[in-house]
């Protein structure tokens, strides 16, 4: 990766950082708090795996409506 797209945050970027934050947020909630923790990290599964098979995602939608650039948009 160079070091000037190390730089932009585009939309696929962003979202891998939030779905992982997500993701470790609910482990840490689950192991220190209370096991409903876990219920982060099936959404997260959930949306995941809607966007695969529909290709929307709510958070993208979101993004893109704060005009946050896609990858190929970024790269441009």
Do not use: D, H, Q
Request: charged share 10%; net charge positive.
């Amino acid at each position: 990766m160079s070091e000037s797209n190390a730089k932009i945050w585009y939309l696929e970027r962003i979202l891998f950082l939030i779905g992982g934050s997500v993701s470790l947020l609910g482990l840490l909630i689950a192991y220190f708090i209370s096991p409903w923790g876990l219920v982060l990290n099936i959404l997260a599964s959930i949306n995941m795996i809607l966007f695969s098979l529909v290709g929307f995602c709510p958070m993208a939608f979101i993004l893109t409506r704060l005009g946050v650039p896609r990858k190929c948009e970024a790269i441009r």
